[in-house]
């Protein structure tokens, strides 16, 4: 149970670290202005808040991959706290998301789904 959940932990990073792509990298691009529906003006005009935002994602995909390398080397409790902490700031950040913007539903799918299987899994291999 605790690998399926590192699977999906180790999704959910590289989901991230897409995002902080798209965030940070490619914000103005057709592609990306595309992908999230923006016009050239909006995207410059949001810009530097894009780029903030896709550090946080990059610091959220990080964090979780420090904490697989954690229990995967044996330390199960600081690894767990990593993984967790993470992977629930993706899922509450997902579920904000949907709240505040429904028509961003699968966007937000997408971005939640992933570490709320890992956070379930996780929890039940570390109490079972």
């Known amino acids: 149970m605790t690998a399926t959940a590192l699977v999906f932990a180790g999704l959910a990073a590289a989901i991230h670290v897409y995002i902080f792509v798209l965030e940070s990298v490619?914000?103005?691009s057709p592609r990306t202005?595309?992908?999230?529906?923006t016009t050239e003006q909006e995207a410059q005009a949001t810009r530097e808040l894009a780029?903030?935002?896709?550090?946080?994602?990059l610091?959220?995909?990080?964090?979780t991959a420090i904490g697989i390398v954690v229990i995967t080397t044996g330390s199960t409790g600081v690894g767990a706290a990593l993984v967790l902490s993470a992977t629930g700031s993706m899922v509450l950040a997902g579920l904000v998301l949907i709240v505040s913007s429904p028509a961003k539903a699968r966007a937000a799918l997408v971005q939640l789904v992933p570490?709320?299987?890992a956070v379930v899994l996780l929890v039940i291999a570390l109490v079972s």
């Open 115 to 117: 570490p709320a299987i």
């Open 59 to 63: 610091f959220l995909a990080v964090i």
């Open 51 to 57: 780029f903030n935002q896709g550090f946080y994602n």
């Open 26 to 28: 490619s914000w103005t």
């Open 33 to 37: 202005r595309a992908t999230f529906g």
